[in-house]
């Protein structure tokens, strides 16, 4: 089945750790996102890479870290510069052309303690 | 810029009712898409329907149907004899077609929508 999977579900971190999200998606598609999603709100671009070693920093990027180094891959790290990690992150993907539909992966609610 | 709007913050509904989510939408382009994901309580964003500019009949999908107008920038989302299953959070998002398509999916605040037994 085609798809897009993160893991793990849940993450907890110790303050002032780092920590990677992982990102697969098996729909051959070019494009990739990674959005923040705080209680209650809606969502929020963090990074977007529209090709293989490519990447464009999103709305709020700060505290953030990506890399592209194979299609299907595409891995988020909060970095302990990040002041208010704590908060459920979504992975998308969607086909190259503009005006695309985004397909989301299950998502990761990361807490920080 | 571009800028989506639910005004609907949540909504509640006992079942059967039908209920309407409202969207509206702000861009200075010609050519755009418009867009509604459903979140239900397990987090992941389910896409429901992708609207060009161009084309504004409404559609219909079983109980779900859009009403496109270009004359008021909306882009509601009915959803008749509603169910519980129906409770989630309803997203509604645009994006215009530029070639660095990854930054202008903008994605409007979201309406919760809970159906009661």
């Known amino acids: 089945d085609g798809g897009i999977t993160q893991s793990p579900k849940y993450l907890f971190r110790k303050e002032g750790q780092n920590v990677t999200l992982s990102c697969e998606q098996n729909?051959?598609?070019?494009?990739m996102y990674w959005y923040r999603q705080d209680p209650g709100q809606g969502l929020r671009l963090i990074y977007y890479?529209?090709?293989?070693?490519?990447?464009q920093k999103g709305d709020i990027a700060e505290g953030y870290s990506v890399s592209r180094e194979k299609k299907e891959s595409f891995p988020l790290t909060v970095t302990s510069a990040q002041k208010n990690p704590t908060a459920f992150y979504l992975c998308?993907?969607?086909?190259?052309?503009?005006?695309?539909?985004?397909?989301f992966g299950p998502g990761t609610r990361l807490t920080v303690l | 810029a571009q800028k989506v709007t639910q005004a609907q913050t949540e909504i509640s509904v006992v079942e059967k009712e039908d209920v309407t989510l409202d969207c509206v939408y702000e861009?200075?382009?010609?050519?755009?898409?418009l867009f509604w994901y459903k979140q239900p309580p397990s987090g992941e964003l389910v896409f429901l329907i992708r609207?060009?500019?161009?084309?504004?009949q409404n559609e219909i999908s079983g109980r779900y149907s859009w009403n496109f107008q270009k004359s008021t920038s909306s882009f509601n989302f009915t959803i008749t004899a509603s169910q519980v299953v129906d409770s989630a959070v309803y997203f509604c998002?645009?994006?215009?077609?530029?070639?660095?398509?990854?930054?202008?999916?903008?994605f409007g605040p979201g309406t919760r929508l809970s159906v009661l037994p």
């Open positions: 998308a993907s969607s086909k190259s052309s503009g005006g695309r539909e985004q397909f």
């Open positions: 998002a645009l994006s215009e077609a530029v070639d660095n398509y990854g930054q202008n999916f903008v």
């Open positions: 609207r060009n500019s161009f084309d504004e």
């Open positions: 729909l051959n598609h070019d494009a």
């Open positions: 861009t200075r382009d010609t050519t755009y898409y």
């Open positions: 890479s529209q090709i293989v070693n490519d990447f």
